[in-house]
């Protein structure tokens, strides 16, 4: 936790622009230098949100990877302060009372969401969603269980749907994979598969559709032999294919890339081939 809680604390962090903004502008109220996780801290580049987002453990690096790959959500903003929380004169009850200050120095503190979620529904209209994440463990203790039913409170009085979220609510597999694919979802380090992109990438997708019995791998064999790419390539192209949503597959199991196709309901967008042999798009 932050050692010295105090006044010139928040009004440093206010100062530095934390917790304001949005999108590419918005800054995480609290970030990986200023805490002692009890899990690993991440730094990771969202593409969504355009910008670096600050993850206190592996259980928020899990659902961080939930939310960027969730074609609903079109914003997330991590570690979100509930800066006007005390100008709402909630009612808090008189044992709750203690929970709203530092007992040493006096301040308020100021609560934070694991994420607060920008989502779009099917008319596409914005709506928020704010969501904690805890072990299943820390929920047997009374002070979390205090903290959260205050800020459980700020959200209802705001009309915006409040959570929690536990590791047993995150499909840890599902999760790993997407993560798995994230790594390539940029190719600008990858200038053997920008140069022929268009070409790699329709004939990957032919080749995936019309050879569902071989092996992942055998593919990606098949494709780096034809286009003379280093190894690995043919990997990256896939993930980048997943990543961005042109490749659809069962992301629920371990990838196993000597596993046939057909074990992964791989499923791609129609091709033919043009006059001198290689896929386009149809």
């Known amino acids: 936790m932050i050692r010295d809680w105090n006044d010139s604390t928040i009004e440093r962090f206010l100062k530095e622009g934390r917790g304001q903004g949005e999108g590419p502008t918005y800054k995480s109220w609290l970030q990986?230098?200023?805490?002692?996780?009890?899990g690993r801290s991440t730094r990771i580049f969202s593409h969504k949100s355009?910008?670096?987002?600050?993850?206190?453990?592996?259980?928020?690096?899990f659902y961080y990877y939930l939310l960027e790959f969730d074609e609903r959500v079109i914003d997330i903003r991590e570690q979100y302060p509930l800066l006007d929380f005390h100008e709402l004169n909630i009612p808090i009850d008189h044992g709750l009372q203690k929970k709203l200050f530092n007992a040493k120095t006096k301040v308020p503190y100021v609560f934070t969401v694991s994420f607060f979620v920008t989502r779009v529904d099917s008319n596409n209209n914005p709506f928020y969603e704010a969501r904690i994440i805890k072990t299943s463990s820390e929920l047997e203790k009374k002070a979390t269980l205090e903290r959260l039913e205050l800020q459980r409170r700020y959200f209802e009085k705001k009309n915006i749907d409040f959570g929690i979220v536990t590791e047993k609510e995150i499909?840890?597999?599902l999760a790993r994979?997407?993560?798995?694919?994230?790594?390539?979802?940029d190719l600008q380090d990858y200038p053997e598969l920008i140069g022929n992109l268009e070409f790699l990438r329709v004939d990957m997708l032919k080749f995936l559709s019309s050879d569902t019995e071989k092996t992942l791998q055998s593919i990606f064999t098949r494709l780096e032999s034809s286009y003379q790419l280093s190894e690995g390539m043919g990997l990256i192209l896939f993930k980048h294919?997943?990543?961005?949503?042109?490749?659809?597959m069962d992301?629920?199991?371990?990838?196993?890339?000597?596993?046939?196709?057909?074990n992964y309901d791989v499923r791609v967008p129609k091709v033919k081939l043009d006059g001198e042999n290689h896929a386009v798009g149809s």
């Open 251 to 262: 992301m629920n199991q371990k990838i196993e890339l000597n596993k046939k196709i057909e």
């Open 177 to 185: 994979n997407i993560g798995w694919v994230l790594t390539a979802y």
């Open 241 to 248: 294919l997943i990543a961005t949503k042109e490749i659809t």
């Open 171 to 173: 499909n840890n597999q």
């Open 32 to 38: 990986v230098q200023d805490i002692s996780s009890q």
């Open 50 to 61: 355009q910008r670096v987002i600050n993850l206190l453990s592996d259980l928020q690096l």
